[in-house]
């Protein structure tokens, strides 16, 4: 019996530890193992973009790049993100760069302000995904545009090929031209009043249109007043005949005048219009990196513009060589073959190099190495 009693009493504790270990596991576990989610996204290319760097939400860092695959007709990135960072849904995610020399990161956009989260095991299309064209590719389409225009030594190209055609059109056919700006004149000057009836006409029409903006939003009553002007409108072209008689034979005759033109000129247009087959396949073979030129173009101008300072006779410039120079890639390696362990090397500022910028470590090792060696 008291055998019996003490073993029902150890069931009883182990039991309860059980649950109290299952307890304290799926209350730390979680915790531990449940701290990131993973999400992959697909890019057109990661040029500067590697194992380790960063993933940020308006320049706070929320994760970091696991994993970079090719795959083909794209580059799957996995992305390791903290769990208690909410990101929306339907986020986009861009490779960003802080300067030229630097890496890249992954900036998700735009920040959560509610609504579906991103969940672990969410896959971002190429179409939720961007890449900025590199700055050698706009340089690149620019030199190719330059030279689909450029032409020869000789004046010939399509830009040349196009000023001498209008040149020969307006040289040769001047008088013709005249003729016929000369004929329209005269075909809008119907009635023995010399078009003074037609410009009071068309005056009506005018201020009739100007009121119907103002009577589609008052009333239905303007409304019907508009159509009523419009039947006043085909009143007065129906009583002009512009349609047949003396106004139909000159407009005619301009016509004919416009065919013989186009038809002297036939030759010329062909090859311009051949010529210029070159440029519209570079803009469109480059029409990405010209879409990224013009995106920048007004803010790089207006900058130049900022430079310049026309009172003083000078140019007013901050090139930040402390980031250009300790703040790369380059910068880095350096500290990987030097062997450096300096804070610096991990931040990329100048400071953190110590007051004698890692100079004496450098000497350091490299008198040790000249000794080491046989």
């Known amino acids: 019996m008291w055998m019996s009693a003490r073993m029902r009493?150890?069931?009883?504790?182990a039991a309860v530890g059980v649950v109290i270990v299952v307890v304290a596991a799926l209350a730390v576990i979680p915790r531990v193992i449940g701290r990131h989610i993973t999400v992959t996204a697909h890019f057109e290319d990661v040029v500067g973009l590697y194992e380790g760097n960063g993933v940020s939400?308006?320049?706070?860092?929320?994760?970091?790049?696991?994993?970079?695959?090719n795959e083909g007709g794209h580059v799957a990135?996995?992305?390791?993100?903290?769990r208690g960072v909410a990101i929306p849904a339907d986020v986009q995610a861009v490779t960003v760069s802080s300067s030229i020399l630097t890496d890249r990161h992954v900036e998700l956009t735009p920040p959560y302000r509610g609504g579906a989260?991103?969940?672990d095991g969410d896959v971002l299309g190429l179409g939720r995904t961007r890449t900025p064209v590199e700055f050698g590719r706009t340089l690149s389409m620019v030199d190719k545009l330059g030279k689909a225009l450029h032409g020869d030594d000789n004046g010939q190209g399509p830009l040349g090929d196009l000023v001498s055609l209008g040149s020969a059109i307006t040289a040769d056919n001047s008088a013709a031209i005249k003729s016929t700006l000369d004929k329209l004149s005269q075909a809008l000057r119907v009635g023995d009043d010399k078009g003074?009836?037609?410009?009071?006409?068309?005056?009506?029409?005018?201020t009739s249109v100007a009121?119907?903006?103002?009577?589609?939003?008052d009333n239905d009553t303007e409304i019907r007043e508009f159509s009523s002007n419009l039947r006043q409108l085909s009143d007065?072209?129906?009583?002009?005949d512009l349609g047949s008689g003396t106004t139909g034979a000159k407009l005619n005759q301009i016509l004919d005048q416009a065919t013989r033109l186009l038809d002297d000129h036939r030759e010329e247009l062909t090859e311009?219009?051949?010529?210029?087959?070159?440029?519209?396949?570079?803009?469109?073979d480059n029409q990405r990196e010209l879409a990224e030129l013009l995106d920048v173009a007004p803010l790089t101008v207006d900058n130049i513009y900022r430079i310049i300072d026309p009172v003083a006779g000078s140019l007013r410039a901050h090139a930040l060589v402390d980031k250009i120079i300790f703040n790369g890639q380059f910068a880095k390696e350096m500290c990987n073959l030097m062997g450096l362990k300096q804070l610096g090397c991990a931040t990329g500022t100048l400071k953190d190099y110590g007051p004698d910028f890692g100079l004496t470590q450098m000497l350091d090792l490299m008198a040790n190495g000249i000794s080491g060696t046989p």
């Open 196 to 206: 003074a009836r037609s410009k009071e006409s068309i005056q009506a029409i005018i």
């Open 236 to 240: 007065i072209l129906a009583a002009e």
């Open 211 to 217: 009121d119907l903006n103002q009577a589609a939003a």
């Open 9 to 13: 009493w150890v069931l009883i504790a």
């Open 57 to 69: 939400v308006l320049g706070m860092q929320v994760g970091k790049v696991t994993r970079i695959h």
């Open 272 to 284: 311009t219009f051949s010529q210029t087959h070159a440029i519209t396949t570079t803009l469109t």
């Open 117 to 119: 989260t991103l969940k």
């Open 77 to 82: 990135v996995t992305l390791s993100i903290d």
